[in-house]
Structures are given as C-alpha cells and as structure tokens.
C-alpha cells in the first residue's frame, strides 16, 4: 500500500527552530515532486515550499531565509527545516506528492484537496511568544 508520512512539527517559541519530513512508502516507481502547504484561515492551504525532482526549489516569499526544504537520502522523501519561526507561523502543514512540476501547482488550495497524488494528514506547528 503507498502511504505518505509526514513527521515532525511540534511546539516552539518565536525565534526557534522545528523539523518536518515527509515519506512516500510503498510506491515502486519514479520520484514524485513534493512540497509542503499550511493551512490558512477557512480551510485554505498556502503554498510554502516546493522542491522538483532535478533539485529545483521554490520558497513563499513570507518563508524565505527562514525555511529550508531538501531531499531525504530515501526517494520521495523531503524534509522542511523551519528556522526564525514568528508568531504568524503557525498552522498544520500538509506535505504533497505529485507527477505534475510544481511549477503548476496552485498557490492557493482546498486543504481537503484530491488533486495531488498523496496528500499529508498534516502534521500542527505552533509558536509561543
């Protein structure tokens, strides 16, 4: 059965540091593109980071400098290192996986969204000032 995991998040005060990863198990075939979205007010999900499969990356620009996100030494695996976390950062954070380049993936999505191949539970991030 494909799965995908995602790990990581927890609770940290305003300047600290957290680390999510995210894991497609089970899949037998190529590498997926994968990225990371948060949850917004009214069940919107934001686009905040995004990596291809050739390497190529893609920040919000309110992450910035701050976010970091890499491959795992697994396939389709990607790790968001979040550093400087503000107090507008918190949210549940949804990794996602998909054939399509993120390029074209929508900055703005239902967080319940089925348009992606796996789609996270979502794992909570929250900071405390």
């Known amino acids: 059965e494909v799965q995908i995991v995602e790990s990581g998040g927890g609770s940290v005060q305003a300047g600290g540091s957290l680390g999510l990863s995210c894991t497609v198990t089970?899949?037998?075939?190529?590498?997926?593109?994968m990225g990371w979205y948060r949850q917004a007010p009214e069940n919107e999900c934001e686009l905040v980071s995004t990596?291809?499969?050739?390497?190529?990356?893609y920040y919000a620009d309110s992450v910035k400098g701050r976010f970091t996100i890499s491959k795992g030494n697994s396939k389709n695996m990607v790790h968001l290192q979040l550093n400087s976390l503000k107090s507008e950062d918190p949210a549940v954070f949804f990794c996602?996986?998909?054939?399509?380049?993120?390029?074209?993936?929508?900055?703005?999505?239902?967080?319940?969204?089925?348009?992606?191949?796996?789609w996270g539970q979502g794992t909570l991030v929250t900071v405390s000032s």
């Open positions: 996602a996986a998909d054939f399509s380049i993120p390029s074209t993936w929508g900055y703005h999505v239902s967080c319940s969204d089925r348009a992606f191949d796996y």
């Open positions: 990596i291809s499969s050739d390497g190529d990356k």
């Open positions: 089970g899949f037998e075939g190529g590498d997926f593109e």
